[in-house]
Structures are given as structure tokens and as C-alpha cells.
């Protein structure tokens, strides 16, 4: 016996309040703090992917 499940694709819905008629958006730029040790993060994997890489494919 096999059991057919047809997935079912729903759209999510996103909702929220709308600003008051009268609020400023501030126009300054907005800075991420994060982005530096997150780009060291990434940069680390990927050399420590590349040399567990080569280690495990090293032909004698």
C-alpha cells in the first residue's frame, strides 16, 4: 500500500499597521554591525572546507 500525499502550497500571509499619516522615516543611512564578523565567519568555513577537501582527496 502506498500513501500519495499531495503537498500543499499555501502563500503566507503577512499583515501589519499602517504608519500614522504623520510619522517621519528617518533618511540616514542604517548600519550593520554584524556584517564584519559575519563575512569572517563565512570566509573561515570556506577555508577550512577547502583544506578538509583536499586532505580527503590527496592522491599518494
Not at 13 to 27: H, N, R
Request: proline share 10%.
Amino acid at each position: 500500500m502506498v500513501l500519495q500525499v499531495n503537498p500543499i502550497q499555501k502563500e503566507p500571509i503577512v499583515t501589519w499597521e499602517a504608519l500614522p499619516a504623520d510619522f517621519i522615516l528617518p533618511d540616514d543611512p542604517v548600519e550593520n554591525i554584524q556584517q564584519p564578523a559575519i563575512a569572517t565567519a563565512l570566509t573561515a568555513l570556506l577555508y577550512v572546507r577547502a583544506a578538509c577537501h583536499r586532505q580527503t582527496f590527496r592522491v599518494a
